[in-house]
């Protein structure tokens, strides 16, 4: 059974820092582009950082660009998404996706993997 467990969401303060953890299970993770995708509440779907299946080449979506950092262990089938300097704009449902092409996507449709999110909210 094909899983991603996502976890790390908190409640934190302005420039506070926070490491997402997305865990997959039930398929080869070291072939799959893996992507975080956020939605704030009232917002539409918001495409943030993907990584390659090798973890040497990475994108993001420019508002989080020098704060946020994606990693992967593929010895461990786990992705992460170091946030720093986290703010009220970061408030959001985080979800991590998984697919075997790269795309900036933010619908769960378009990916062949999706997990159930994991909350982050940043007080000001």
């Known amino acids: 059974q094909v899983q991603l467990v996502e976890s790390g969401g908190a409640l934190v303060q302005s420039g506070e820092s926070l490491r997402l953890s997305c865990a997959a299970s039930g398929f080869v993770f070291s072939r799959y582009f893996m992507t975080w995708v956020r939605q704030a509440p009232g917002k539409e779907p918001e495409w943030v950082s993907t990584i390659n299946p090798g973890g040497d080449n990475t994108r993001y979506t420019d508002s989080v660009k020098g704060r946020f950092t994606i990693s992967r262990d593929n010895a461990k089938d786990t992705v992460y998404l170091q946030m720093d300097n986290l703010g009220p704009e970061d408030t959001a449902l985080y979800y991590c996706?998984?697919?075997?092409?790269?795309?900036?996507?933010?619908?769960?449709?378009?990916?062949?993997?999706w997990g159930q999110g994991t909350q982050v909210t940043v007080s000001s």
């Open positions: 996706a998984g697919d075997l092409s790269r795309m900036r996507s933010a619908s769960p449709h378009d990916y062949r993997y």
